[in-house]
């Protein structure tokens, strides 16, 4: 099993930034991926950004990259989002995944962080 929790959320402005943390806990090398989701205020969860555990390739999505940084520390316990330029689009609550090794699947989930973006 692994345990994955959300901090870091808040209210910004427009052009602000916000980092966001998910420590993990449990089983961490049954884990091969870390992701970050998010769901918009009447919208479907999407995926957001992706590192893999054994390499640290990361991948972004279109609208957020060049702007938000995964990463994680070298002990694979604390996964971030630095989030730059933030947008009234970010709004939105955020979620820390992972993804057990062999699977298809994001299996762990966190409750999640809050962050708004005001204009």
């Known amino acids: 099993q692994v345990q994955l929790e959300e901090s870091g959320g808040g209210s910004v402005k427009s052009g602000g930034w916000l980092k966001l943390s998910c420590g993990v806990s449990?089983?961490?090398?049954?884990?091969?991926?870390m992701a970050w989701y998010r769901q918009p205020p009447g919208k479907a969860r999407e995926w957001v950004s992706s590192?893999?555990?054994?390499?640290?390739?990361?991948r972004y999505t279109d609208s957020v990259r060049g702007r938000f940084t995964i990463s994680q520390d070298g002990a694979k316990k604390t996964l971030y989002l630095q989030m730059d330029n933030l947008k009234t689009e970010d709004t939105a609550a955020y979620y820390c995944?992972?993804?057990?090794?062999?699977?298809?699947?994001?299996?762990?989930w966190g409750q999640g962080t809050q962050v708004t973006v005001s204009s």
């Open positions: 995944a992972a993804k057990k090794c062999g699977m298809v699947a994001f299996t762990y």
């Open positions: 449990g089983n961490i090398p049954y884990i091969c991926e």
């Open positions: 590192i893999r555990n054994d390499d640290e390739t990361t």
